[in-house]
Each structure stands twice: as structure tokens, then as C-alpha cells.
């Protein structure tokens, strides 16, 4: 993904604390950098909306295929992941207080269980695909699905749910990966009460990768295992 | 929001902790009000919950709360865009029965 | 006027282009300018090999059948004709080179606000282009450049995964100019550039950065789910497994109608700089013409069912979407109006800039009327999918976009390269180019009224007499556009030496930038004092100019 | 086809977006797969006019022209006596109702094991889980091929079998026009043909105006 350059740069630095020449001072480049971070992230809420939209779409149209497949979610993992994810929020956020107040060692060890919590989700994500996987659920050439009726369409919804909760993954390792990076920066002493925008900005991501989750978990696991 | 020196907003922990223990209580409460058969209204009181959530994160975690308006302009523009396309698709979908049967077939 | 300065220079002063030298310096450089000639020497190469299939294309629509390629070939043609101009040129074309060039040094910055973004946006841009051209070298694509399923799913046996990782790593290229613009006008303008006196040129481009952030990601999600579903067959666009292949429609032409805008937005930008310079007048209607810019950017979002009208989409949705279609006519015609006003009782000059945007105004009014007659829904009917449509678009897009890039090339060439370009000839080409454009496009607009299908390889007889004329046409318009590539390239190098304002122009980077301007643009930081277009007052001479 | 009379096409494919297009008569609609489409005219002066495919479908899309020959009502009687021989769309639909098995449970009441079919075109049907809907074509589209989609209130699932797959679309189209008449004639749409642009065979008319000489469904000509 072209995240991972991105995000970096939003940091906004060279290779030293300097300010970068297109800058008058340091609150504009901070101010800058985050402004930037925040467009970026305006154009990934467009990304999963095109996603939520084909969604959307076949909700509608498929109701009950719809409340057929989401029997097949397993509501007990996705409410643990969620909690999961929702705690490595609270430890990011910290971490950012961490690293305002210039406290390196507090800074370190929120990031170190940030980026464990993702880990977690990422496991927990694992095993249930691991469970599609046995359940013949991965849509393709070897999908079967046990309600004839629906045969066609709950391959269409789980091709959403893959394709969901596949990119909302593909943006959480990318998340570990800037995590790992930033914990990398800290120990070298790059972070100081002064210059913090990288985890500000980090930070920003790992919140909004959150976000999208909080509305992943209600759509696929808890709409319609009534209906 | 420009000229002044590098000086932050710090949130107190308290504040994040407070946070935090809603969203885990919030989280507790959907899912079990996921299994309650509410009809229609499972669908709303889902969505509701999870827009709270998300924007408690977006405010107090992400410090929309305290940032510039062009940031909260950003972020409103965001989710405007979304359901512009969200919503103006469905309105197609929602419509297209409407007139399965065309004026000059009756 | 073009007062040009002959004397010779004992040592050019430095300049973002003799700074340093080596390939390295401009393949790493993070300096805005460089990165423009970047894109613009790409972006030219992308127009010639698309202007090539345009040409192969009018050779074989001289005769009515198929004769001179067969009818695969043609049909991969013409998708790698839409898909290279479309993603390859006119989107990054005026925002990546005039736009990158240009808008920091308006706003009296050194640069922009993430100078490595920019550059990865180039990178990001080439890698895109050479997934399509090695999509186009391996074989082509045949699928059309909108990517229609079922046909793009199951049946096409074309390079269609190839073609649109193309499309959707070149977006992510198209993003990042859009974020950059955006944070940049917001925060790196210079003491006293305030909102309202921002050039329109800048307004513009601030327009067609939303379109780009807001837009852009969605078809790049489209395409991944058409990719997708190529390799699984899961169904989700697919209609014989349950799939709705209308909302890949839906998906595909929220982002490409707003693109359209990103394609004249920057041509409109362009324009208002230029017809206020060559009327010696200030614009007409400042604000009117930098509002109406955003106001395009948002209803732009707001139409895109007009592409739809017959594809079974419901009928009160296109109701809807022709009434809003309607409602884009108004800041449109704003901007023609004022720009209409500006030159009237002004002292106008034709150099070469002013003649293309005469072009411009009066082709993107056809093409923009001829989109209102598409968007009335009873009229699309009869004229969706017929060489009507195909005359529409190349009026705005060609008609208006590239003879907007033209003009801007030309009016701010001595700003780039530090020289002159020969007047004579660029006036010359730009006539060529605007006879050779009506006769290629105008008998299209006849063809398909009289019902002529877009995508024909071979067609009815009684449309002959047409197709000759638009493809005779077609050669003449060739020929005004490797014209300029000839000049511009002798000018660069022999050109005579232009002064830091050769049109008596006003705006920071005329009167406050030497041509070229060095590596950070200004030689001491600019502090604006009035509106912009001031033509009342004589021009100001750079500092070092 | 016969001129000064209403024509309405119901318009299937069964392989890629096409669309049929007239331009002597300024209409055209996509086809799009998997679902009908409409479309209606009264063509006024006879004569013989273009048909195109105008939606891009692959490498014959320039190939997919054919004529529709527009007669007088009274050549146009003497062209069907001629031509109109392997029976109306509906007495092929019937036949195939018969022999696909569906008269064995859908009688001409509800005593058998599915609900009777009479008067449920054009009427709101009773789903279960209360809600209702008009039963339009392709609410019996969906009916005849995934059956458990919307279960008629009072009636268990699974029972009626998927025949997915193994009706054409153009058997699809027969079975339609055959349920169609089993309703009261004044809900019944006033004709439905079907467009294939690809059918047209020079002289003969690819709609038809009655419920006669129905033409293959569009399919893209080389491959598939
Ligand atoms: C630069 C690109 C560009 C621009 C600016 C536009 C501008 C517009 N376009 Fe166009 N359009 C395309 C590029 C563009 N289009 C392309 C590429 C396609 C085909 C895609 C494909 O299928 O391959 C297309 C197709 C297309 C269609 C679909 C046709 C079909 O396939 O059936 C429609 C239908 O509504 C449409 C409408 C419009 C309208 C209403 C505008 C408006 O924005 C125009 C507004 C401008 C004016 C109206 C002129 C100025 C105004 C005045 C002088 C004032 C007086 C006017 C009035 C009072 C009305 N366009
Ligand atoms: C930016 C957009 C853009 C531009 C600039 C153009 C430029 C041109 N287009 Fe393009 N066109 C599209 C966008 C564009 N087009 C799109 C989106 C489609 C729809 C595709 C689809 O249906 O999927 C289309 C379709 C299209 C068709 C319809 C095909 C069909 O439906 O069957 C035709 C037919 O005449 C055509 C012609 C031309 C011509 C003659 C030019 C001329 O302006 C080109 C002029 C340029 C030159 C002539 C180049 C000069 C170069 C040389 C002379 C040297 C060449 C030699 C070497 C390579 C060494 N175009
Ligand atoms: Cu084109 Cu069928
Ligand atoms: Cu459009």
C-alpha cells in the first residue's frame, strides 16, 4: 500500500529534528504535517466508503441472505477484537500524551502495548479466517455455502466481508509496521517534548483504523443475525 | 491557530481513562443488545452506538476536541462525502421497484 | 508587446535549472519545478502514444468495414486511447505541471508544504504508467477504458488486472498532488495572501485538489473489487451469480464525473490568468469566479447517474441526476460570463496564449451546452453511446483542457525555461490546431445524431462522408500538436534569453520571481499588499530579475 | 411489426451489457444481465430502420446490427400468417411449464404443494415474516430461480426446487409470459415480446408485437 511512505513523511522531518527549508518555524511544520495527515485521512474514508456502499447495496437487496450469513460470524472473537482494538487506542493515545510531555520511557512502553494489542487483533483475525477457511466460506472456486437458496448471494457477502475486513488488516500491519518504526525513533531519542509529530500523526492512523472497525464489528456481526 | 509558540493541549489521563472504560462498556452493550430481537430497531440502535463510539475516539482521542476548525471541517467533510455516495447509490436501489411496471405498459 | 531582452547575459544568475546537474539531481530532487518538467516530459509522452491509437483509429474509420485492423484491435484501440489520456494525461496534466510549477510560487512559498510526497507522486505516477504500458505492450485491453462488467470480469481475455493496477497506483499519484495542494494553500501562503486575494489560478487548482482527495479513492476501491472478482468469481459485479453489475456503474462514474471537473477546473484556472493578462483589464467578478470553482468541485459529486440514464438505473433517480446536471450549468456559465466580461473594453492582444484561450472559451461552451442537451434525459435516450457523446467529451477535454494546457505552456514558458518561444509560430500551430479540432469533432456531433454507435469498428455506409472529414481533420490536428514540440524544444535550448516579465503580467511569480526563478522561488520572501489582476498600476521588477 | 400499434419489449441478455437501439425511433435501452428491461414504442411510418448494439459487448459489438421492418397492420396480419408458426410465447410457455414439472405443485388453486399462480401477476403477494410485495416480473424472475429469496407467506421453504441453471433465459422469458397470463387480462401489460438485437434476421422483425415469434435472447455472437 502507498501508506507506509505516506505516513512517514507526514512526520515531516529529515533525518535530523530541523526544520525542513519550506517552513518559517516549527508550529507551521507541525500545524502542516497534521493538517496533511488529517486529508490523508479524509481520502481512506473515501476508500472503505466505496466499500460500505457496495454494502450498502446488497443489504438492501439481499436481506435475507443476508441474516443467513451473518449467523456464520463469530460474534464472541469479533466483540473480543473489538475491545482488543479499543484498548490499543487508549494505550495509543496515551502513548501520544507520553510524548508530549517529553517522557521517552512512558512513550516506549505505551507504543511496545499498542503494538502488541494489534498483534492480537491480527491473531484473532487469523483464526477467524482460519474458520471461513475450514467452513468453506472464502469465496472463489471452492465456496459452498450451506443454504442452497442463498449459494449465490452469501458469496457476494462474504466477498465483502473479506474484502472489509482484508483491507481494514492490510491498514493494521501497515499500522505495526509504523508502530514499529516509531518505537525504533523513540529509543534513538528522536522525540522530545518539542517535536512529537510523527506519533501525533501515527497516532491519528491508528485511531481511524479503529474507527473503521467500530463500524465493521455492528455491520457484519451484529445487523440482521435476527432478521 | 497561527504565531503562537509550540504549546499543546494535554489532555489530562483521566479524561482518557473515562473514555476508554465508556468504550468498552459501549462495546459490551451492542453486543448484547445484538442478540436481543429488536426487529428494525437492532439496525439503529447498532449504528447509533457505533457513531457514539467513533465519535468519542475522534474527539477526545484524536483530539479533534481541541483542534482548529479546518481540522473539524475536514473530518465533517470526510463523512458527508461518504454518505453522499453511500446514500445517493441507494436512493437508485430504493427507487428502481417503484416503477417495475412503466406508465405505457399498463 | 513581448518585450524580449536580447542583449546576451554575461552569467545567467542561478536558477532552479542551473543549480546543480546529474541525472540525480533531478530524478531525487524535491524542489516543485523540477518535479513539473518531470511530469511534463512524461505527461507528453503518454499524449503522443494515445494521440498515436487516436490516429490509427480515425485511419481505420475512413472506410466503413473493418479493413485496416481487425475488430479486437480496434476495440483495444480505443480503450488504451481513454485509459492513457484520461489517467496518463489530462487528469495530471495542468495540476502536475503548471499547477506544481506554479501554485507555491503564487502563493509566495518556497515550496510546498511535503516536497517527498511530491516526488513520490512522480514515482508513484511512472510505476502506474508502466503497468499500462507493459499491459499495452503484452497485448492491450479491450474492455473500454470504463471497465464495464460482465464483460471486464468474465468474458474480456485481455490484460484487464494489468490495466487497472495501472489506473489505481497512478490514483494514489493523483492523491497526493491533490493533498499536497490542499495543505499547502492552507498553510504556506505568504504574509498578507489572504483567501481573497489569492489568483483564480490558485483557487482552481484548490477546487480540483478536493475532487482528487475525495474522489480519486473510490475508484481506486472499485477497480481492486473488479480485480478481485476477476480472479475469485465471487459475484459481487457478476449478474449471473446474483451480482449487480450497474453498481459497479454507480461506484465507477462517482469518481469519473467528478474527474471530468479535475479535467477543466485547472483549464478554467489557467484561463483566468491568462485572459486578464492579454485584456490588460483586472478579472471580471473575482470572487464570483472562485467561488463558482468549489462550487463545481461539489456538485460535480452530485450527477454522476447521468451516465446511466439507460442502464437501468430507476427512472426518479435519473430524474434527479438530469435536474442536478442541470444545476453544474450555472457556475460554469459564471465563469464563461466573466471571463466574457473581462474582455470586453479591454485592450486584448493575440500572442499565442490569448488565442488558445479563445479556443478554450468557445469550445468548452459547445462542449458544455452539448452536455447539457446529454444530460436532459428524453435527449440521452436517443444520443447515450453514439458519437454524440464522443463529440461532447473532446470538445470539453481536447477543445477545452489540452488548448488550456497550451495556453498555459505558452504563457508561462519563459517563467519555466527562461525563454522565448517563436510568436509566429505559436500562433500559427494554435490556428492549426483549432481548425484541425473542429474538423475532426464538429461531423461527430452530426454522426451521432443521425445515430452512428461509439465503439464501432466498422459502421453503416450512409456514415462515411463524415468519418473522412473528422479523420482528415484528425491529421491536421496532428500536426498542430508536433508543431510546438518542435519550437518548444528549439526554444529551450536557442530560444532567445526572456526577461523576468515578458507580458507585462501581474502576480508574485512575474513580479517578485526572476524566469526561471531559483531553487526557493524568491530572493527575499514576498509580503502581498493588494488583490490580485492589479493592471492598473505599472508591474513591479523582481528583486535579482 | 405493425405501425400506429403500442410495442413493449421486455428485454433480457444472457451474457454481457448490451443495448438496443433504434435510431429512427430516437430509443434505446441496456439489456443488462440477470435482470428484464423495458422498453416501448408506436413506430408511425413503415419502413426499415437500423437496429444497434450501442453497449460496448466485446469484439463483435460493431457486428450486432440487424433491421426492424416496420408493415402496415394489414401486411403486417398476412406477414404473421406466413411466419407465426412455432406458437405464441405463451403456448411455449406453457408447454414448458408442463414439462419442467411446475404444474405438478402450482394448480389452478392453492391445493397443491405450492401456491396457484392465477392472478399473482400484477398482485401483492403475501411473504413470509408479514411484509408484502407486488408481484412484478422480477419478483417471478426471482421466484423461478432462487425460490427461498422471498417464501410466500404460509409456505415452507425449500420445498419448491432452485432451477437455477437450468433455464435458459430464454425459457425464463417463456415461463414469465405464461405466468403473466394466468392473470386478469387488465393487469397484464398490453404485449411482451422480447428484444434481441442480434436476432434480427434481414426481413424479420426482432420485437414482436403480439406475445409471438419470440427471437433468442442477445448473447454476445463470438464467444461464449
Ligand atoms: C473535461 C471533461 C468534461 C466536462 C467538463 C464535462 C461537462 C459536462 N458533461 Fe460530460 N462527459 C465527459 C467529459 C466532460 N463532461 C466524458 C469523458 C464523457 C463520456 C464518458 C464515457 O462514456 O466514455 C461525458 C459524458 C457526459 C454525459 C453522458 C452521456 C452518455 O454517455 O449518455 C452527460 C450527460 O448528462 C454529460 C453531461 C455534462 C454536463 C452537463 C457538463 C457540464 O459540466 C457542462 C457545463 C458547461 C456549460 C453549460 C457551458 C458554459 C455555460 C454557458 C455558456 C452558459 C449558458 C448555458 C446554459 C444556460 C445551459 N457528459
Ligand atoms: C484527454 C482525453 C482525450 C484526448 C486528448 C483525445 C484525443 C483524440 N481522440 Fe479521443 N477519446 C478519449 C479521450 C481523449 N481523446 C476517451 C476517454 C475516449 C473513449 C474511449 C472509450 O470508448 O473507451 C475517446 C475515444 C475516441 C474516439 C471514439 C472511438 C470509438 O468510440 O470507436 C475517437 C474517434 O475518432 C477519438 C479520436 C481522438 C482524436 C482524433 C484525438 C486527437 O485530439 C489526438 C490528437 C493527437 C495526435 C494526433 C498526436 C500527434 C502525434 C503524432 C502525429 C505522432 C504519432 C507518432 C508516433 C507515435 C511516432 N477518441
Ligand atoms: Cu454491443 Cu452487443
Ligand atoms: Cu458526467
Same mark, same amino acid.
Given at each position: 500500500?502507498?501508506?507506509? +511512505?505516506?505516513? /512517514? ?5 529529515? +533525518? ?28 481512506? /474514508? ?34 473480543? $477484537? ?29 507504543? /511496545?502495548?499498542?503494538? /502488541? ?66 518505537? @525504533? ?15 501525533? $500523526? ?8 479503529? @474507527? ?16 | ?106 | ?48 502514444? &494515445? ?14 468495414? &473493418? ?15 481513454? #485509459? ?33 510526497? !511530491? ?18 505492450? %503484452? ?22 488486472? =494489468? ?16 493533498? !499536497? ?59 449471473? =451469480? ?50 463558482? %470553482?468549489?462550487? #463545481? ?50 485592450? #486584448? ?9 479563445? &479556443? ?5 461552451? #459547445?462542449? &458544455? ?131 523576468? !516579465? ?31 489582476? !492589479? ?11 | ?24 425511433? *430516437? ?170 438485437? *442480434? ?10 408485437? *403480439? ?14
Amino acid at each position: 500500500m502507498a501508506d507506509s +511512505p505516506v505516513t /512517514i513523511e507526514h512526520g515531516g522531518m529529515g +533525518p535530523d529534528n530541523s526544520l525542513q527549508e519550506q517552513f518559517d518555524n516549527s508550529e507551521q511544520q507541525y500545524e502542516t504535517s497534521t493538517l496533511g495527515m488529517w486529508a490523508f485521512l479524509l481520502t481512506e /474514508i473515501m476508500f472503505f466508503g466505496g466499500m460500505f456502499g457496495a454494502y450498502t447495496v446488497y443489504r438492501f437487496k439481499f436481506p435475507e441472505a443476508f441474516a443467513s450469513t451473518s449467523h456464520w460470524m463469530d460474534l464472541l472473537l469479533g466483540t473480543v $477484537n473489538t475491545a482488543v482494538l479499543i484498548c490499543s487506542s487508549f494505550t495509543m493515545a496515551m502513548a501520544v500524551r507520553a510524548s508530549q510531555m517529553g517522557k521517552k520511557k512512558a512513550l516506549i512502553w505505551f507504543l /511496545i502495548f499498542t503494538l /502488541i494489542l494489534g498483534g492480537v487483533f491480527l491473531f484473532i483475525k487469523g483464526v477467524e479466517y482460519h474458520e471461513k477457511y475450514v467452513e468453506h466460506h472464502i469465496p472463489g472456486p471452492s465456496f459452498q455455502y450451506e443454504e442452497a437458496a442463498y449459494a449465490h448471494t452469501a458469496q457476494i457477502l462474504f466477498f465483502l466481508y473479506f474484502a472489509m475486513t482484508g483491507l481494514h488488516a492490510i491498514h493494521m500491519i501497515v499500522g505495526v509496521g509504523l508502530l514499529t518504526t516509531l518505537i @525504533i525513533m523513540a529509543a534513538k531519542n528522536r522525540f522530545n517534548a518539542n517535536y512529537f509529530t510523527p506519533v501525533e $500523526n501515527i497516532g491519528l492512523y491508528w485511531h481511524f483504523v479503529d @474507527i473503521v472497525w467500530i463500524f465493521l464489528f455492528p455491520l457484519l456481526y451484529l445487523i440482521g443475525r435476527h432478521a | 491557530m497561527n504565531g503562537s509558540p509550540v504549546s499543546h493541549h494535554i489532555t489530562p489521563v483521566r479524561t482518557y481513562v473515562i473514555i476508554f472504560l465508556t468504550l468498552l462498556v459501549l462495546t459490551y452493550t451492542t453486543a448484547k443488545i445484538g442478540e436481543i430481537e429488536l426487529g428494525d430497531w437492532n439496525f439503529v440502535v447498532a449504528i447509533s452506538i457505533a457513531i457514539t463510539k467513533a465519535l468519542l475516539v475522534i474527539l477526545f482521542f484524536m483530539h479533534a476536541k481541541d483542534s482548529s476548525n479546518l481540522t473539524k471541517m475536514f473530518i465533517g467533510a470526510g463523512f458527508f462525502w461518504m454518505m453522499i455516495l453511500i446514500l445517493v447509490t441507494l436512493c437508485d436501489y430504493i427507487s428502481r421497484p417503484w416503477q417495475s411496471n412503466p406508465v405505457w405498459m399498463r | 508587446m513581448s518585450t524580449v531582452l536580447e542583449q546576451p547575459r554575461v552569467q545567467q544568475p542561478v536558477n532552479y535549472l542551473n543549480a546543480n546537474y546529474g541525472w540525480k539531481s533531478w530524478l531525487l530532487t524535491h524542489d516543485h519545478k523540477r518535479i513539473a518538467l518531470l511530469y511534463m516530459f512524461s505527461i507528453t509522452a503518454f499524449f503522443f502514444v &494515445g494521440g498515436f491509437f487516436a490516429l490509427m483509429m480515425r485511419l481505420e474509420l475512413l472506410t466503413p468495414p &473493418g479493413d485496416l485492423v481487425s475488430s479486437d484491435t480496434y476495440n483495444k484501440l480505443f480503450t488504451m486511447h481513454g #485509459i492513457i489520456m484520461v489517467f496518463f494525461f489530462l487528469v495530471p496534466s495542468i495540476p502536475a505541471v503548471l499547477g506544481n510549477f506554479l501554485l507555491p510560487i503564487m502563493i509566495g512559498a518556497r515550496d510546498l508544504a511535503f516536497p517527498r510526497i !511530491n516526488l513520490l507522486s512522480w514515482y508513484i505516477y511512472m510505476l502506474g504508467g508502466v503497468f499500462t504500458m507493459w499491459a499495452v505492450v %503484452s497485448g492491450g485491453v479491450d474492455t473500454g477504458w470504463t471497465f464495464y462488467p460482465p464483460f471486464s470480469t468474465s468474458y474480456s481475455q485481455t490484460h484487464v488486472i =494489468l490495466a487497472a493496477l495501472g489506473i489505481f497506483v497512478s490514483g494514489f499519484s493523483s492523491i497526493l498532488t491533490g493533498l !499536497n495542494f490542499i495543505v499547502t494553500v492552507h498553510k504556506m501562503r505568504a504574509p498578507g495572501m489572504t483567501w481573497m486575494r489569492l489568483p483564480l489560478f490558485v483557487w482552481g487548482h484548490y477546487a480540483t485538489a478536493i475532487i482528487q482527495v475525495l474522489g480519486t479513492p473510490v475508484i481506486a476501491i472499485t477497480l481492486v473489487l473488479l480485480g478481485f472478482e476477476r480472479v475469485l468469481h465471487a459475484g459481487i459485479f457478476d449478474p449471473a =451469480l446474483g451480482g449487480d453489475p450497474v453498481l459497479f456503474q454507480h461506484l465507477f462514474w462517482f469518481y469519473s464525473h467528478p474527474a471530468v471537473y479535475i479535467m477543466i477546473l485547472p483549464g478554467m484556472a489557467v484561463v483566468s490568468e491568462v485572459v486578464p493578462c492579454f485584456s490588460r483589464k483586472r478579472i471580471f467578478g473575482y470572487e464570483f469566479i472562485a467561488f463558482s %470553482s468549489l462550487a #463545481i468541485a461539489v456538485l460535480g459529486f452530485l450527477v454522476w447517474g447521468h451516465h446511466l440514464f439507460v442502464a437501468g438505473e430507476s427512472m426518479y433517480s435519473a430524474m434527479i441526476f438530469s435536474f442536478l446536471s442541470f444545476a453544474v450549468a450555472v457556475p460554469s456559465s459564471v465563469k464563461v460570463f466573466n471571463w466574457t466580461a473581462t474582455m470586453y473594453q479591454g485592450s #486584448i492582444s493575440y500572442e499565442t496564449p490569448m488565442l488558445y484561450a479563445f &479556443g478554450f472559451i468557445g469550445l468548452f461552451t #459547445i462542449g &458544455g451546452l452539448t452536455g447539457i442537451v446529454l444530460a436532459t434525459m428524453g435527449l440521452d435516450v436517443h444520443l447515450t453511446d453514439t458519437y454524440f457523446v464522443i463529440a461532447h467529451f473532446h470538445y470539453v477535454m481536447v477543445g477545452g483542457m489540452v488548448m488550456a494546457y497550451m495556453a498555459g505552456i505558452h504563457f508561462w514558458w519563459p517563467k519555466i525555461s527562461g525563454r522565448m518561444y517563436p510568436e509566429n509560430w505559436g500562433r500559427f500551430s494554435a490556428l492549426l490546431v483549432f481548425v484541425g479540432f473542429n474538423l475532426t469533432f464538429f461531423p461527430q456531433f452530426i454522426l451521432g445524431y443521425l445515430g452512428m454507435p461509439r465503439r464501432y469498428h466498422a459502421y453503416a455506409p450512409e456514415f462515411q462522408v463524415l468519418n473522412v472529414l473528422s479523420s482528415a481533420g484528425a491529421s491536421v490536428l496532428g500536426v498542430g500538436y508536433v508543431l510546438p514540440m518542435i519550437y518548444l524544444t528549439w526554444s529551450w535550448f536557442r530560444g532567445p534569453i526572456a526577461p523576468p !516579465n515578458p507580458w507585462d503580467a501581474r502576480g508574485l511569480e512575474w513580479e517578485k520571481s526572476p524566469s526561471p526563478p531559483p531553487t526557493f522561488n524568491f530572493i527575499e520572501r514576498p509580503i502581498v499588499t493588494e488583490e490580485a489582476y !492589479n493592471y492598473a498600476r505599472p508591474a513591479e521588477v523582481p528583486v535579482g530579475g | 411489426m405493425p405501425a400506429g400499434r403500442d410495442v413493449a419489449l421486455t428485454m433480457a441478455s444472457e451474457d454481457v451489457l448490451h443495448s438496443f437501439f433504434v435510431p429512427a425511433f *430516437r430509443l434505446k435501452h441496456d439489456l443488462v444481465p440477470g435482470t428484464f428491461q423495458h422498453m416501448g414504442f408506436r413506430a408511425t411510418k413503415p419502413g426499415r430502420y437500423h437496429i444497434f448494439c450501442a453497449e460496448y459487448c466485446g469484439t463483435d459489438h460493431s457486428g450486432m446490427i440487424g433491421w426492424v421492418t416496420v408493415m402496415t397492420p394489414v401486411d403486417y396480419a398476412n406477414w404473421m400468417a406466413a411466419n407465426g408458426g412455432s406458437g405464441s410465447m405463451v403456448e411455449q410457455g406453457e408447454r414448458l411449464f408442463q414439462q419442467m414439472g411446475c404444474v405438478s405443485c402450482h394448480l389452478s388453486n392453492d391445493s397443491g404443494r405450492g401456491p396457484t399462480l392465477n392472478n399473482v401477476y400484477g398482485h401483492p403477494v403475501q411473504l413470509e415474516g408479514g411484509k408484502t410485495m407486488i408481484a412484478d416480473e422480477s419478483y417471478i424472475r426471482n421466484a423461478i430461480i432462487y425460490p427461498n429469496l422471498r417464501v410466500v407467506n404460509g409456505y415452507k421453504r425449500d420445498i419448491m426446487p432452485n432451477y437455477q441453471g437450468q433455464i435458459s433465459e430464454e425459457g425464463l422469458m417463456q415461463l414469465l409470459v405464461y405466468v403473466k397470463s394466468l392473470s386478469e387480462p387488465s393487469k397484464t401489460p398490453a404485449a411482451a415480446g422480447k428484444a434481441g438485437a *442480434r436476432a434480427a434476421a434481414p426481413a424479420a422483425s426482432p420485437a414482436s408485437a *403480439r406475445p409471438s415469434s419470440p427471437a433468442p435472447p442477445a448473447r454476445r455472437p463470438l464467444q461464449q
